[in-house]
């Protein structure tokens, strides 16, 4: 498809890789192997959706359909197809044909024929092989170049809830569905993309994913996942429900909808997860290094709109990566005071220290106008006064005060 950004690069590109290894004009002829009729039937079904997706060739799909429909009907006993669950809304509704009367129809609706072959690879293939949702996500691509981004979303859940159900947690192939849904979204959402054919992005389309992204980090975690080990799995998933968050501001949503995003929010928080150097959401949410998440941009970090969200939310001002920096240090790297301020409205400790014994406010760039601008000693009180006094002057604590002031302490 013409249309590059994001949708059929993405589809392309990200969720089945050996697709650009293959080269049809080396095949050479495989050899003549018996088969059952069933395989045979099968195969062939196989290669006219191959004719469909991959070569665009109607007409060569259809002769293949043909001989596989009069394989099915040899010899006056009919090898039927097994009877589908139920109608899915992403392929229309569409049901496999039976007859050759019905298949001889096909030519006269060639998206008809599009989605025959989405459900013959399911039906041959199976849902945990990575052509079927691959094919899935490409025919939703090329819906969304000729801006029906309606059919496009639609196919595109489907194939992400097939992923979910049938992939280990944070699979890349998971992974890049969620960042060519930010990619679209992105699109969608802005002047450029408005159309005859453009639909309304509504609240419910960005929050179904950021629900599907969330449980993703549940899944992992419940299946083991280690965030040290799986850093940059868990960095990519999290960097993408980041922008997902910010994209939600960019749509209305009523009070009730408002409480559906701050309880999936805080779905997140709850699990604790970690990205690369131990950093949590906040401190991603703070970090400029968050906004390239793909090839295309989505959201802007450090965000205000989606720190405020965490924070409102239950995110901790204080938390700790690996290095003991809090999200106040990485939003200070950043040159962000604006965000400072927020963090300390919250309650961040202005004089904690990281590993490296630095105050966020060190850490700010003095070339900053700004800075002179915040007053540190505002957020400083005598309790943090008193306990970098014990830390300087190597006063021994541990065991004579309680468990929480001793972290109160260790935090300076």
């Not at 449980?215 to 975690?221: D, F, H």
């Not at 060190?362 to 008193?386: G, R």
């Amino acid at each position: 498809p013409a249309w590059v950004p994001p949708a059929a690069a993405a589809a392309r590109g990200s969720s089945c890789p050996e697709e650009e290894q293959r080269d049809d004009g080396d095949e050479q002829p495989a050899p003549c192997v018996l088969c059952s009729r069933e395989d045979a039937v099968e195969a062939l079904e196989l290669l006219g959706a191959t004719f469909v997706d991959k070569k665009r060739d109607l007409l060569g799909a259809l002769k293949h359909w043909r001989r596989a429909m009069e394989l099915r009907h040899q010899g006056g006993r009919y090898l039927a197809k097994p009877e589908p669950r139920q109608l899915v809304l992403a392929y229309d509704y569409a049901r496999e044909v039976s007859t050759l009367d019905e298949l001889e129809g096909l030519i006269t609706d060639p998206d008809e024929m599009r989605m025959q072959a989405l459900l013959i690879r399911e039906r041959v293939l199976g849902p945990s092989h990575p052509d079927t949702s691959y094919y899935i996500r490409y025919r939703g691509a090329v819906y969304a170049d000729s801006g029906n981004f309606e059919r496009c979303i639609n196919l595109w859940k489907y194939a992400l809830d097939m992923q979910q159900g049938n992939l280990e947690p944070l699979s890349p192939m998971t992974a890049s569905s969620f960042l060519s849904f930010a990619e679209l979204f992105s699109y969608v959402l802005q002047d450029r993309s408005k159309g005859t054919l453009a639909t309304q992005l509504g609240f419910s389309d960005l929050m179904g994913v950021l629900s599907k992204g969330v449980r993703e980090v549940e899944r992992a975690l419940l299946h083991g996942k280690d965030p040290v080990t799986d850093s940059a799995q868990f960095t990519k998933t999290l960097a993408i429900i980041l922008h997902l968050v910010f994209l939600l501001e960019k749509v209305e949503c009523a009070p009730e909808e408002e409480h559906q995003k701050r309880q999936t929010i805080y779905r997140l928080l709850k699990c604790s997860p970690r990205g690369k150097n131990g950093f949590t959401p906040l401190h991603m949410a703070v970090d400029k290094d968050t906004t390239t998440v793909g090839r295309y941009p989505v959201g802007k970090f450090p965000s205000l709109h989606v720190v405020n969200l965490l924070l409102e939310c239950g995110a901790d001002p204080d938390s700790r990566d690996y290095d003991n920096n809090t999200p106040l240090h990485i939003a200070a790297r950043n040159n962000c005071p604006l965000i400072m301020s927020a963090l300390m409205e919250a309650g961040a400790h202005m004089d904690a220290t990281n590993a490296f014994k630095q105050t966020a406010y060190e850490l700010l760039d003095e070339k900053l106008l700004t800075k002179s601008m915040m007053q540190p000693f505002n957020y400083i009180t005598l309790q943090c006064l008193a306990a970098r006094a014990l830390d300087k002057h190597k006063i021994p604590y541990k065991g004579f005060i309680p468990e929480e002031l001793e972290a109160f302490i260790e935090l300076h």
